[in-house]
């Protein structure tokens, strides 16, 4: 996949994409099932803050030329099955290894939204605005927790390297969070590997 688009870090390095990062992934990076570093102290006061009894479901990171982007986890209620998806919360939360600009994490996450089929001009101003207020930079041990709750939509958290934690923001649209986290769990994502590392080698769902 070639993108005219391009990811800058906060050291002006220039990185060519193709799949959002959370918030957004490279899509000539190789993802591979590893398991990633050791959760830290703080991890699971994240996941109880966002969804209480939360469980892992899969993992994965992200590599470019043997690099590592981020650390992906998606978790969920004891018991779901990826064939739940899109009725059922569930928590996606990425580990940075590398630092990225919000601003550009927002323009390239729409960009992957429109991959699942056309937006309106209104949700899109919509959408990206709301974005840019949340998303903040990010760099190596910042984690970005975001909950999706299909009835209601999405609340993102941030864990800086220090372990302080905040609330990025909220985006109370069903449709956002739909194809917001459809970047990573939908049919159409541009990175099926991660996806199947999320969910699972044998899963075929399809959504929206």
């Known amino acids: 996949m070639s993108c005219s688009t391009r990811w800058s870090n906060r050291n002006g390095l220039g990185w060519g994409i193709g799949v959002a990062c959370l918030v957004v992934a490279p899509a000539w990076a190789n993802v591979s099932g590893e398991t990633p570093p050791p959760a830290s102290g703080s991890r699971a006061t994240d996941q109880a803050e966002l969804l209480p009894g939360a469980v892992s479901v899969g993992r994965g990171t992200l590599r470019f030329l043997g690099f590592a982007i ?13 064939e739940a998806l899109g009725r059922a919360p569930l928590v996606l939360e990425l580990t940075y290894r590398r630092a990225f600009r919000g601003a550009d994490i927002a323009r390239r996450s729409l960009e992957e939204m429109r991959r699942a089929g056309p937006i309106s001009a209104s949700d899109e101003a919509a959408w990206l605005a709301a974005m840019q207020r949340i998303f903040p930079d990010v760099g190596p041990g910042d984690r970005i927790a975001g909950l999706w709750q299909p009835a209601v939509g999405a609340r993102f958290v941030l864990t800086d390297a220090n372990g302080r934690r905040r609330l990025l923001g909220e985006v109370a649209d069903v449709r956002f969070a739909e194809r917001f986290f459809g970047i990573w769990l939908a049919a159409s994502t541009s990175e099926p590997e991660l996806r199947r590392a999320l969910l699972g080698p044998e899963v075929a769902v399809t959504m929206p």
């Open 70 to 82: 981020y650390d992906a986890q998606l978790l969920a209620p004891p018991g779901w099955r990826a």
